[in-house]
Structure formats: C-alpha cells, structure tokens
C-alpha cells in the first residue's frame, strides 16, 4: 500500500512528533512538497504532505493560521510538517489549535530532519508500491493465463474475481450474460444487460463505470474484440476503485478474453465454410453425406424437424443482426443453428423448428415491423436495405430442397407486402387475391380487360359488369341476368360480344379463370 502519514510518524530515522489530528493518520501521502509561500494553495494538486519554516507566516497569528488551514485543507492536503528551531522553537500553540479544529495532522519535523530525508522516504515508500503491484500485476497476469489456458474462460472470470475481491461477469455480443463468476453474482449481473448494450453502441474499443458509493458496488464495463462491432464485453464490480495490481489483472483479463474471442471468430469462420457446404450437400439431395461432413458440429440439428429462414438486405449490418439474434438466442438455450452468408445481401439459417432461434427471428421481425409502423409516413421508405425474411414450413433433410423453395417463395411475398417476414405456412392458409397487388398483374388485367372498357366507353353496353356477374354465377343465365336486371336473352348477347370482342371463348376454363383473376386485380386496384 502506498505511504501514510502513520508510516512517516513510525519511521524510526525521521523523528517526527504528531502535535494535532493524531486520529488523521491514516490518510495516505502521494508526494512531498517544501513551500514558503504565503498561499501554496496554486501549486497543490491534493494529498500532499506539505512541509514549512514558517519564514514568510505569522504563525502566532490566530486569524492568519485560522485562513492558511483552511486554505490547506480545502486543497486536499493531507499534512502539515513544521520544521522547529529555524524560525521557531516549537510550533506556535495558534496553528496548533487550529490544525486539531480543522483536522489537519501537524508533524512536528526536528531541526536534525532535513526535509529531503522526508522527501526520499516517501518516495523510496511510493516506488516500492509500484513495485509491489506490478509484481503482483505479473503474478495475476500468469495466474489468469493458466486459468484461461486450463478452463476456459469460466476459469479466468474466477480467477480476475479473486484477484480484485469482487466479482466479474462476460457478456456476448447481444448483451446477454454467458458466464460469471462467483455464481451469486449472476442477477447482479443481469441487471447491467442494457448498460452493455449502450457501451456496444459506442466505438470500440470503449468503456465505463456504472454504480457507486451509493450502490452496492463499482463496476467497470469494457467491450472486448478487434473488429469495427465488439464481440463480447467484460463487467467487474468491485467496493472501491480498482488499485494498480487490480488495474494490471482486470487488463491482462481484457488482452486473454480478447484473443478467446478472436480465436473464437477464426474458428466461426471455419465453421460457417463447413456450413455452407452441408447447406449445399442438403439442397442437392444428400443428406447422408451432409450428416457426415458436419459430424457432431451442429448436434442433432439434422435429424430433427427444422426450418430454413432465408434473409435479404443490401445493407450487411441488417443481416449481421438478424444473424447475431439467431446465433445468440441459440446459443443461450443450448441449441445448434447453421447460419451461412449466401454473397453480401443474403443469408441462409437452418434452425430448430419451434426452436428458440426461430422465436428470436420472429421477435425481430416484429420489432422492426413497428419501427416502421411508428416512422414517420408509417410506411416503408422502400430502400433496397430493408431487410425481408422468408420462413419456411417444418422440414427434414430430405426436403431441405423443398424447405428452401418455401422460404425463396415466402420472402418473395414479404418484400411485395412490405412485411419484414411472412411465413410460408401462412400462405397455404391465406388467400390467393392478396398475391394479385402486382404491378405485372395489374398490367396485364388492365390490357386484358381494356378492349371492353374502351366498348363500353361508347355507350354501347356494359360488358365489364355482366361478364364479372356471369363469372360470379358460374354461367348460369337466369341468376345472372337477375343480378344485372335484364333478361336473359341481353345477357346471352353480350357474351358473344365480349368472345367477339376478345376473339377468345368462354367456353375455355382457362379464358374463364384469366378472366376472373384480372377482374379481381382491377377491383382490387380501384
């Protein structure tokens, strides 16, 4: 520890002799400094042991030394040394009095003392608690190197606990809780989520201070990682700051859980090349040989129901997102999960089915869905970066193929609705009629249908109108002809005009079918 005024007062070579404020002397002293200034005050920096001759002070003066102590203690000096027996025979009883009133330790300093003899103590005390520390520093750095090298990093967040007599806890890239150490200090630890996420936001590499006297403990954040985007971060919480040794084991901490994560991405990237091949060898119709190339790397994700989501977005950190939600919800519920980049604006997930991943991905959607719901316009910008999703129906291996069909064809929709995510399950259960707000199919009815818009323009009859009636009947005659409120035979004619017209015959299901669908589309563009 570094030196105190009690161990000044207890250095046998120093003679020292406390005449005020015994009870302060455990304030510790962080340098010397000889001043015969009136005012020393401008030349403090606080926790100073300032030492006098009283050339320049009336130091019988009451109200003087009443002002000068005052001045000292508002600086933060910590001691007061008089030399006696150069401009004083004692220490005049004034200062004394007001020392012991203010509580400023006053060391009587005999005139065999010279003050460098203090000077050099404190500074041989200060350098030795350097020392100390970094000693210690290097002793904890070798203890959390063998620790991170031998259990990973739950054993390097038991060791940096013990070493700072605190707790500490790491944190993944989504600002969930991967590990802490000790176990009680998990909800502690819980509670600090969105604090991570603000330090995530900031340029790495960051961090900050959280808590305080008034809490039950300090702790200190640090995002750990190389890259642009951190990869983890790092919380240690603590009762008092940390001292130079902790400082030293919470960096060397920092430097260990940064190359594990590092190591971490090289090896991610290994596996996402892996994943990659399976996902082609699955959608190539060969599940045996993707069983066999991705070993136990993905568990028993390939013999279980799965669903495969299929992302785009021109804008790569939308994608680094979603795949960072699916990733993380996995990873904290003990499921595997095959992510792979397909090129820059899209990415392939191979997920559980009912699975946490899923569920994650569905939140996500959902959020970004009200994003924009509450933007201004309260509708998409139609940039190209939004991100769309399809997901695919619960598939196996050997549907994998079909499964990403599915997801081709659900995300196809989810950019033509201006949905974040469509599900191809709640295609099969909707309507075709939403399909048909296309521009092509719009185009095309309105080119179908405008020779007889143009006929009855001219007054000349309402084609549109009782083909959509007969259509709507089925072709019955005299149900139609009811509907449109003439007789039947009318009726009859205006169909041949309308086959006459579109030189095609109603008598064809396929003409029917066409027909109907672009009547729909124009309804539904009107």
């Not at 510790?28 to 005012?39: F, G, N, Q, T, Y």
């Amino acid at each position: 520890m570094p030196p105190t005024l009690a161990s000044l007062v207890h250095h046998s070579a120093l003679k020292l002799t406390v005449r005020a404020s015994e009870d302060h002397l455990d304030v510790p002293v962080r340098w010397v400094h000889a001043s015969e200034l009136a005012d020393p005050v401008p030349y403090m920096e606080g926790g100073e042991l300032l030492l006098i001759t009283a050339l320049k002070l009336d130091a019988e003066d009451a109200k003087a030394m009443r002002r000068y102590v005052k001045r000292l203690v508002g600086a933060g000096v910590v001691g007061l040394g008089f030399a006696v027996g150069v401009n004083y025979d004692e220490i005049p009883e004034a200062l004394v009095a007001t020392a012991q009133e203010e509580g400023l330790p006053l060391l009587e300093v005999p005139r065999r003392t010279p003050f460098i003899a203090i000077s050099k103590a404190v500074s041989a005390a200060i350098a030795a608690d350097q020392y100390r520390s970094v000693t210690a520093g290097f002793a904890a750095q070798r203890e959390l190197t063998r620790q991170a090298l031998t259990d990973g990093p739950e054993g390097l967040l038991t060791a940096l606990a013990a070493q700072v007599d605190g707790w500490a806890a790491l944190y993944d890239a989504s600002g969930a809780v991967v590990a802490t150490a000790p176990e009680w200090a998990g909800r502690r630890a819980a509670r600090l989520t969105a604090d991570v996420e603000r330090l995530r936001d900031r340029p790495a590499p960051a961090s900050s201070v959280v808590g305080g006297p008034d809490n039950e403990d300090r702790v200190e954040l640090h995002t750990l990682g190389t890259g642009r985007r951190p990869r983890a971060a790092l919380a240690v919480g603590t009762a008092a700051a940390l001292g130079t040794a902790e400082r030293y084991a919470v960096h060397s901490a920092i430097a260990l859980l940064t190359l594990t994560t590092e190591r971490s991405r090289s090896l991610q990237a290994a596996q996402e090349r892996i994943g990659a091949a399976v996902l082609r060898m699955l959608l190539a119709g060969q599940p045996d040989h993707a069983r066999a190339v991705a070993g136990d790397l993905f568990g028993g994700l390939l013999d279980a129901p799965f669903r495969i989501v299929v992302g785009e977005s021109a804008d790569g950190a939308a994608l680094d997102a979603l795949a960072e939600v699916v990733e993380s919800a996995a990873a904290r519920s003990g499921e595997a999960v095959l992510v792979v980049p397909e090129g820059p604006e899209r990415l392939v997930v191979l997920a559980v089915d009912d699975g946490a991943a899923v569920e994650a991905c569905g939140e996500h959607a959902a959020t970004l869905e009200a994003e924009r719901a509450t933007s201004a316009t309260g509708e998409r910008t139609g940039d190209e970066d939004d991100l769309v999703v399809g997901l695919s129906a619960p598939a196996g291996p050997i549907a994998a193929a079909a499964a990403y069909k599915q997801a081709e064809q659900a995300l196809s929709v989810a950019r033509r609705r201006g949905r974040v995510l469509v599900e191809h399950e709640q295609l099969a259960a909707g309507s075709v009629l939403p399909l048909l707000a296309d521009d092509a199919v719009r185009a095309f009815a309105d080119g179908l249908l405008r020779p007889l818009s143009e006929h009855d323009a001219t007054g000349r009859g309402d084609l549109v109108a009782s083909l959509r009636a007969w259509l709507s009947r089925h072709g019955q005659w005299d149900a139609a002809a009811a509907d449109l409120g003439v007789h039947r035979h009318t009726l009859r004619y205006r169909m041949r005009r309308v086959e006459e017209i579109l030189g095609r015959s109603l008598d064809d299901p396929d003409v029917r079918m066409e027909l109907w669908l672009a009547l729909k589309a124009t309804a539904a563009a009107e």
